[in-house]
């Protein structure tokens, strides 16, 4: 794999070589330079990390500072958002790749490329401004008056602003990420595996699944790469989460994501001696975080697309 | 196995839930389109050209006044940050589509992907404690390197695919006539692949465009002065429709849907010529 590449090129390409490896080597160097700078302005924080991690306080004016909230409501929100994308991502790669596989196939195709072109300040204009109260109308009050019981939705709807809106408009806007992975992965599958379904005579719907089956790490890996994208996202989050330090099993309450607390409260935080640093300690969690999952995620995918393909 | 009738419905059912989930997922989309539009349309109407000349409105002012400033500034920093992003993104593509068995090369690879997944509001921390708090200015300059850092991914992203288009007989039909590597990179990939490349730059601009959180604590949103200094403070047509939207004034909120349609105009309009220029590629 890594064979030393200098000796199997000529004098020629050695200079070409060396002469790309600094540009080449700057996307490592940016990442290593944004991992050090956001370390070296938590390191204030960092031996008190564990105790801001487990409260739930915002308050500069006294320097009490915890993320408890922002990180639990983070978690909540990508998790959300990575089901909505697996739920809504199959059916679209099942009816591209799948279903219609011609000329109506490659339209639905560019128009969820199309999608991907939208930028997220006008998701998240449209989610504060018609899903949220729509959410809150249609599907938080009646299941808050018929199933109450259940913590997940146990609290009377206010507004709509809440951890279920953040992840469903951040949901929706990952969906035509997570679809093209899925069907990019789901088309390399050989023809073969589907000829032989067919051939038993196997229906559309039981060759699908025999076919979703076999892609299933790809599509697990898909939704990773969804939820770590989820995890980051800041104008929607920071528009529909509804902006408040509140731990709640009811999906229906106002709550915070960590990009959320950072787009809200960084821009004031050099006014506070310690407010800074905790909001640095905040995004290395996230950026950890995410980084991670989209590692397991890119492993699965690409690790299955060697497997399947070879 | 469950008999015929059984199957067969199973199968119709099937294709009625794959057809209702695709619907499902592009309807909140094709809802934000139409009303985006709708609404935006309608501030752009009663703006009337000044929406693209004059300066915003201040909350109680009679008219609705314009994005002159903002629009100035999402240019000056496309201005800023496409250069350096497109370039760094050809030469990393160039780098690994040359020598993809080496150690190098599967760096970078790797950290395309890791930067793919750093959050942009973080890159927008990032420019403010590199650049803004040494200069002691907020400037296009910062959020130009921040544009740049969360849109190489893209960028690369797009080149390498582009290049790895290109069949291997031309660059046999190079090697053979003698050719160095060098020049077969510049004379004879790069050029048959340039149609690939022009889409990747506008899908790289479309990025730089419509990004928000990487320009928060970065460009200092200078609202109401035609922007025209790099090093100093700007607006972009995003951060505005983020900050009036939160506001709490309606003037403000039928800006940010006017901005918001123009955005997405812009956008999609990038889009569609990004699918032309790739159009007649016949190799």
Known sequence: MSAPVGEMLSEKDKIFYFSLLPPALTTLGLLALIVSTIGAKAALVLPQALTILAANVWDPENERYGLLAPVLGTLVVASIAGAVSLALGLPLTLAVAELLRGRLG???????????AFPTVVIGLW?????????????MKPLYSSFGFIPTFSCRPLGGYSLLTAGLAIGFSVVPYTASIMIESYRLIPSTYREACYGIGATRYETARILVSLARPAIAGSVLLGVARAMGETTIAAMTVGNAMNISACLFEPSYTVPALIAA???????????????????????????????????????WRVRIVG | MASW???????????????????????????????????GLSTMARAG?????????????????????????????????LPPSAFLGLLLAVFTNEFPGSRAAALVEVGARAFTSVPTVILSMVAYSLLVVPTRSYSALAGAFALTAASLPYSYTAFSSALRMVPEMYREAAYSIG????????????????????????????????????????????????PLNPLGPVDALPLLIFDYALSPYKLFHEVAWGAAALLLIISLALFALSKVVVKGVRL
């Open chain 2, 179 to 226: 050719m160095s590597r060098w020049t077969t990179v510049w004379r004879v990939l790069v050029p048959i692949a340039r149609r690939g490349i022009a889409s990747g730059v506008l899908m790289t601009l479309t990025r730089i465009l419509g990004e928000t959180a990487a320009l928060l604590f970065a460009v200092g949103a200078l609202r109401y002065v035609v």
């Open chain 2, 5 to 39: 009738a059984v199957r067969k419905l199973e199968d119709r059912l099937f294709v009625v839930a794959v057809v209702l989930g695709s619907a499902l997922a592009l309807a909140p989309l094709a809802h934000a389109l139409a009303v985006t539009l709708y609404n």
């Open chain 2, 49 to 81: 050209l000044g929406f693209f000349v004059n300066p915003p409105p201040t909350p109680y002012s009679a008219s609705l006044g314009g994005v002159a400033p903002a629009l100035v500034g999402s240019l000056l920093l496309l201005a800023l940050a």
């Open chain 1, 265 to 303: 409260q960084f821009g004031n935080a050099n006014l506070y001696r310690y407010a800074e640093p905790v909001l640095y300690l905040a995004a290395l969690v996230v950026l950890a975080l995410a980084l991670a999952l989209s590692a397991v995620g890119f492993k699965l995918v690409s690790g």
């Open chain 1, 106 to 116: 490659s339209v639905l195709q560019t128009l969820l490329e199309m999608a991907s």
């Open chain 1, 127 to 139: 989610s504060a401004r018609y899903l949220a109260p729509f959410l809150s109308e249609n599907v």
